[in-house]
Nanobody, 114 residues
């Protein structure tokens, strides 16, 4: 069974940095797409950043602050988050897609607060 396992969430002050990591286990295939989504209380889950082939896509709200990196061979993806803002507070979910199948991690909480 394929599982995506996140790590690296936590509490950080505004302007600080965090790095999220995600590793896939149990897969024998290479994901077509890997990335990150987030969900805040009362809001829908939204795309943060994804990596597909040699290209990346990021939400306007995180451009210039967040950087996605991926190791396709190892099926891992990371998200370096700098200049964090209180509005970045959310549960962050690792995402992977292979063919028509989607996979989600269990989520990791990121809280930006002084």
């Amino acid at each position: 069974q394929v599982q995506l396992v996140e790590s690296g969430g936590g509490l950080v002050q505004p302007g600080g940095s965090l790095r999220l990591s995600c590793a896939a286990s149990g897969s024998i295939f290479m994901f077509n797409v890997m990335g990150w989504y987030r969900q805040s209380p009362g809001k829908q889950r939204e795309l943060v950043s994804t990596s597909s082939g040699g290209s990346t896509s990021s939400a306007d709200s995180v451009k210039g602050r967040f950087t996605i990196s991926r190791d396709r061979a190892k099926n891992t993806v990371s998200l370096q988050m700098n200049s964090l803002k209180p509005e970045d507070t959310a549960v962050y979910y690792c995402y992977g897609r292979y063919m028509f199948n989607e996979y989600w991690g269990q989520g990791t909480q990121v809280t930006v607060s002084s």
